[in-house]
């Protein structure tokens, strides 16, 4: 079976996380990375990592490669797309990584030069496509240029999904105890972001900052686009997040009745995306879990029979990685 060639656009945190998913699956091949900062730096910041384990494999640079035991990944320092020439490298997939680009046209001089799809791995800024597996990704349409969505909403969306389709809902409220991110700063600092909170110490603080995660989520959710609200509560931990969802049900129902519906809709439909546990745990526990959210059964409450509660764990990198990787998958049938 041919290989799926993957370019990976942007190599920070989301972008090492894929390569070290891609690194562990025969069905993809990493051909080329590109990013403007130098390249040893990229190669020993793929082996050490402070959250996740130190990979075993011999990475080296050399001549503008990237070396992983055998393999060998071309290497750019492209801050133009319109200079980045891929035709030559037979490129399926682009991960666009880097953040910076959030529209359909800034998109199209990756596949002009070459590659055939694009899938960037945060919300668009234009009317983009947006795809979550488990939720809509059997709807793709063959777009050449598509949006895989936030971490928040891979989490919350799916989800919401399931109690739609169940019991209706006709309003939430969502919090996310999300660890820092580089976005932030280490010490109390200048910073260009609007929100003065941004100005203040990720790892001494607990910062609560407009999030994003409502808008994210109302993609999938037009009828509740006024009725969906979110904050992101940053928390002093450097890896995954806790969701905290209150959600307004369409009717009267019974606990027991909700456990039972998730249950089979997780087994059935949403296996590998979701899962759901009765452990005890903590967030350094779901390091590296590759699934978009882990329901806690014991934290799932109803209030008047019509007031659900739900709380869930994350990792927002690994576990989006993941799904960023599986929707490359999706992309690449029939090209």
């Not at 390091?287 to 019509?306: C, F, K, M, R, V």
């Amino acid at each position: 079976m041919q290989k799926i060639r993957v370019l990976i656009n942007g190599f920070g945190r989301i972008g090492r996380c894929a390569t070290r998913i891609l690194l562990n699956d025969n069905n993809f091949e990493l051909v080329a990375i590109n990013d403007i900062y130098p390249f040893e730096q990229m190669a020993y910041l793929l082996k050490y990592d402070s959250i996740y384990p130190t990979l075993l494999q011999e990475i080296k640079v050399s001549n503008e490669t990237l070396y992983i035991d055998k393999k060998t990944i071309k290497l750019y320092a492209e801050a133009n797309p319109n200079n980045l020439y891929l035709q030559s490298l037979g490129i399926d997939v682009v991960l666009q990584c880097s953040g910076i680009f959030l529209t359909i046209e800034s998109n199209l001089p990756l596949i002009k030069n070459g590659a055939k799809r694009v899938i960037v791995s945060t919300p668009a800024s234009d009317n983009m496509p947006s795809y979550i597996m488990g939720v809509n990704h059997n709807e793709y349409k063959q777009e050449s240029i598509i949006s895989n969505s936030s971490c928040s909403a891979n989490a919350i969306v799916p989800i919401l999904k399931i109690i739609d389709k169940s019991f209706g809902i006709k309003g939430a409220m969502m919090s996310m105890y999300h660890s820092y991110t580089s976005y932030q700063h280490l010490l109390d600092n200048k910073h260009h972001s609007t929100d003065i909170r941004r100005t203040r110490s990720a790892t001494q603080n607990t910062i609560p900052l407009n999030s994003s995660a409502a808008k994210a989520t109302a993609y999938f959710f037009p009828q509740l686009k006024e009725k969906l609200h979110a904050k992101s509560i940053r928390v002093p931990i450097p890896a995954t997040t806790l969701y905290d969802l209150s959600i307004k049900l369409d009717g009267s129902y019974k606990l027991e009745e909700i456990h039972q519906q998730l249950q089979e809709e997780i087994e059935n439909s949403y296996r590998g995306i979701l899962q759901m546990t009765t452990k005890e745990e903590e967030s350094q526990d779901y390091i590296q879990d590759p699934h978009s959210a882990t329901i806690i059964i014991p934290l799932i409450s109803l209030s008047g029979e019509n007031l659900l509660r739900i709380s869930a764990w994350q990792d927002n990198e690994y576990g989006y990685a993941k799904r960023l990787v599986d929707m490359a998958r999706v992309v690449s049938v029939n090209l």
